[in-house]
Each structure stands twice: as C-alpha cells, then as structure tokens.
C-alpha cells in the first residue's frame, strides 16, 4: 500500500513539473524582457544591425526583449581560439531574434550552444560516389545548423553580412531559419505553421517557388535568390528568408506568392523598412 501511494506521489510531482514549468518559463523571460536595455547595447544595435532604426517602435521593443531572453538562454563558444565578446553575442543575437518578432513563443528550443570561429573552418564530409565507392573530402563552411543543439558561424562572414545587408546573403538568418526549419525535429523547408490549414497553402507556394527557382538555375536566369536554395527544400526555406529581410522588394518583384508567405510567417513586412 505505502509503495503505491508513494509510486502515485511521483507521478503527481512529475505532472505538476511539466504543468507549472512552462508556466515559471514564461514568467522568467518576461522578466528578462522588460529589463531596461544597457545604453551601450543600443549604440551597438544601431551600428552593427543596418536596418535597426527602421524598425518600428514597436517592433524595437520587442526585439531588444527577445535579445535579452536569447542570451540569457544560449550559452556561446569561441573556437580555435576565438574570444566571444559582448559586442559579439549582442550582434548575433539581434539578427536571430529578427526571426522571433512573429512572437511563436519559441527560443529555437532545441539550440543550446552558438559555437563562433574566426573565420572559415573545416569538416570532414562524406559522400557516395557510386555504388560501392565512399568518398571522404575536407571541405571549408561558414555555417552550419544541427538538428539536436548547435549552431556554428563563422565571425568574418557574419561581419561581412552586416556590412553588406543587401546583397540578399546572411549567414545567421540562414542558419537560424534551419533551426525554425528544424524545430519539429527534420529539415525539409517546412517550420511550424500557426494552424493546421496554414501548412496546405504553404505546401503550394513553397513548391511553385522552389521549381521555379531550380528551373532559373538549370537555365542559368539570373533570379534574385541565390542558387544554392535550389539544393533542396530546407535550402530554399534558408536562402528564402536571408532574401526575404535583405532584398525585399525584388524578392516581392519576382516571386509574389512567396512574399507573402514568409510575411504572413514572420507577421514583418520589410519593404516597409526602406
């Protein structure tokens, strides 16, 4: 008798756990949200974010909030040593959280560490080249996003992005849309949409886009996104949204539907930011 009551008393404790903690969650990160920001943290914002004082009031706010729960959550890592500064994680915390300003109530749950390398690094890779043939090269990256809870950046290309904000290439936006791409676990270009009837709509227009995209490709069009987005699905979700904050009104221009999509899913409309 006394071993299940006490059995039953686990159980209890453990459904209150999971009922109350997302409760504590919440409350501790509005906390963080509603911190006054530090003044050199804004001169840091206006100078190393291009498109920081277009933003509106508003959308000012709540980024400068989402900043401050960003880095109270994710733990970063500077590597073949690299030190990570504060004016470091401020940057690349700021472009992340860009991708937050749609308020889905999500972290990137899955990340835990940002690891930052000064410049390009290298990774083994392997890939079939035949049937029986196993080929293993050294290959140079400047990012990359794992499914389970890292992401890795290279520092340069990041300063090179800000400094170049409209040439439709950002390592960070990139990266970190593949982590909203990955929340459910996979990488197939599909986020996870407000309501069930959202993902049909965003099934049709992502896959007219995509075609469309690797049909400019084969055919060597000039096309607005950069061609690696035709590697795949989940590539053209990343390569889409890094068009989609800095080129905006060619990404409008040429592939409407897809505008509208990645506006009614990040609730932003950047063409108003010009």
């Given at each position: 008798m006394i071993k299940t009551i006490v059995v039953f008393f686990i159980i209890g404790l453990i459904l209150t756990g999971i009922l109350i903690n997302p409760i504590l969650v919440k409350k501790r990160r509005n906390r963080f949200k509603h911190r006054p920001l530090p003044p050199l943290w804004n001169a840091i914002l206006e100078n190393n974010l291009p498109i920081y004082l277009c933003l509106s009031p508003n959308e000012i706010r709540r980024l400068q909030g989402h900043i401050q729960v960003f880095l109270e959550e994710k733990q970063f890592i500077g590597c073949r040593g690299l030190q990570v500064t504060e004016e470091m994680k401020l940057t690349l915390a700021a472009v992340a959280c860009l991708l937050l300003l749609n308020e889905h109530g999500q972290y990137f749950p899955r990340l835990r560490s940002i690891l930052v390398y000064p410049n390009a690094y290298f990774v083994q890779e392997t890939t079939s080249v035949g049937k029986y043939v196993i080929e293993e090269r050294r290959v140079a990256r400047l990012g990359e996003s794992w499914t389970n809870d890292q992401v890795v950046l290279s520092w340069e290309q990041v300063k090179q992005d800000i400094n170049n904000w409209r040439d439709g290439r950002n390592v960070v936006l990139h990266e970190f849309a593949h982590q909203l791409d990955q929340e459910d676990g996979k990488a197939?270009?599909?986020?996870?949409?407000?309501?069930?009837?959202?993902?049909?709509?965003?099934?049709?227009?992502?896959?007219?886009?995509?075609?469309?995209?690797?049909?400019?490709?084969?055919?060597?069009?000039?096309?607005?996104m950069d061609s690696y987005g035709a590697t795949n699905p989940a590539e053209f979700f990343a390569v889409a949204t890094e068009t989609f904050f800095e080129k905006p009104h060619q990404l409008l221009s040429e592939y409407p539907a897809l505008y509208e999509q990645l506006q009614r899913y990040y609730q932003l409309d950047p063409v108003q930011w010009a």
């Open positions: 197939e270009g599909v986020p996870i949409l407000r309501s069930n009837s959202d993902y049909t709509i965003w099934a049709k227009v992502m896959t007219e886009a995509y075609q469309q995209l690797c049909n400019d490709v084969l055919q060597g069009i000039n096309t607005v």
